[in-house]
């Protein structure tokens, strides 16, 4: 149960890793939600099972109509993720602390093994970025060989959410300490930001204010933050109207 | 009908047989968990002990550990490299699996022995460079023929090295104990 005290003492803690997305230059060509699907090995639902609404996604384009019917306007492309929120709404409500805050990567973990597929988390996630594995999807003949060996491959039962790549965070966080320095800003980024032709989603860390991001915070000014009224602390900043 | 069940179950008969379910699902468990104690088949009764006591270090054959996630299990290239200046190799039955290898070019299907689930995600490098001996994990080799698991690689044995590593230094704990840390 986090009180109210909590949410304030946490809210003057910064986050550590981060992302900006600039919803200017987002084409919505949909490059990202490939890129991750296959960078974290998620599971192709199928026509079937997406029709009931269980479709797998850790990445999606989310678009809206602004307005009453003749004179409707889309809102611009909006790229929607786990915020990685600082006091998320998904981590008090699991009975079995599948979902947990990473004290050292300030991330919201969701930790597979101790899973037992409530869904409890998903229904409390305002962003709805929560995917629950409803079955063990088949993979056909080729894609079966392209599993990333650094992500465990999930089964049916248990939730799955973006984890800000944090196997290619602990890469990078391996191989800069094999050469004894630190993890260098730009080094590495997601896989979401790496497949973006427009580079509009950019990866870092928001505690270091040299970092691109806080230097693109900083430019762009006037981020949004979604739902940050409900006091999850997103670590996720959107630009648009620039 | 259920009623019934539990009657004949409650006379002397029926408590017998409960007590054989009982015993018989026991010992089938217990037969299950020492097998998954025994080291598996190998193509070839593989002895380590002769090696180490050759002087060969881990590392001349499991090189990985030192540079990344995965030790690695030597090609047969690398045992030929050795084995084809030793005239036993030509004589000895144990070693005819290698040579018919060799000769075919077919790779021997080596059997991993110490495994770690799916869902953990482990890293040899970090381990040897924070001054693990492979020991330390995976026992004596010069004990032993093939590979065997001197204890059970479950998240208590990990966890309490890593308490113990981690000491006073509240920062490396927490990145230690973090569940982030193995599971993702």
Redesign the interface.
């Known amino acids: 149960m986090i009180r109210p005290e909590e949410i304030k003492m946490s809210a003057d803690e910064s986050g550590k890793w981060g992302m900006v997305i600039d919803q200017d230059i987002c084409t919505g060509c949909q490059a990202c939600v490939a890129a991750c699907a296959m960078e974290n090995n998620i599971s192709f639902v199928g026509e079937k099972d997406s029709g009931y609404g269980r479709s797998m996604h850790w990445i999606r384009i989310e678009r809206f109509w602004e307005g009453e019917y003749p004179e409707v306007k889309m809102t611009p492309n909006q790229p929607m993720l786990c915020q990685q929120c600082g006091s998320a709404t998904c981590e008090p409500v699991c009975p079995a602390f599948a979902t947990?805050h990473?004290?050292?990567?300030q991330?919201n973990?969701q930790?597979?093994?101790r899973c037992v597929g409530t869904r409890y988390c998903a229904n409390n996630c305002p962003y709805q970025v929560r995917s629950f594995n409803w079955r063990d999807y088949e993979r056909p003949e080729p894609l079966s060989n392209q599993l990333n060996p650094?992500?465990?491959?999930r089964r049916r039962g248990v939730m799955e959410k973006c984890?800000f790549c944090?196997?290619r965070i602990?890469k990078a966080q391996?191989k800069a300490?094999?050469e004894g320095r630190e993890v260098l800003d730009g080094e590495f980024t997601t896989a979401c930001a790496q497949a973006c032709p427009a580079n509009a989603i950019t990866f870092g860390r928001v505690d270091d204010p040299e970092s691109l991001v806080s230097q693109l915070a900083k430019k762009r000014g006037h981020g949004i933050k979604h739902l940050e009224e409900l006091g999850t602390l997103p670590n996720v900043t959107y630009f648009k109207g620039g | 009908m259920i009623k019934r069940l539990i009657d004949w179950l409650k006379q002397p008969l029926g408590l017998i047989a409960v007590g054989i379910a009982l015993l018989a699902v026991f010992s089938f468990a217990a037969y299950g968990i020492s097998l998954t104690q025994q080291p598996p088949e190998q193509p070839v009764q593989f002895p380590h002990q002769t090696h180490v006591a050759f002087g060969i270090q881990c590392l001349y054959c499991h090189p990985g550990a030192a540079k990344g996630p995965a030790a690695g299990i030597p090609s047969q290239a690398k045992c030929w490299a050795c084995h084809n200046q030793i005239a036993k190799t030509e004589t000895s039955l144990l070693l005819a699996p290698l040579k018919q290898a060799v000769l075919s070019g077919q790779p021997l299907e080596w059997v991993p022995v110490a495994q770690v689930p799916d869902f953990v995600q482990f890293n040899h490098r970090a381990h040897v460079a924070a001054g693990q001996n492979c020991e330390n994990c995976h026992g004596d080799m010069s004990k032993v023929t093939i590979a065997e698991n001197p204890q059970v690689f479950n998240m208590g044995f990990c966890l309490d090295c890593h308490k113990q590593v981690a000491g006073d230094d509240h920062e490396k704990l927490v990145k230690l104990v973090d569940c982030g840390t193995c599971h993702y």
């Open positions: 947990v990473s004290q050292a990567e991330l973990l930790v597979y093994n650094d992500v465990t491959v984890t944090i196997q602990h391996d300490k094999s």
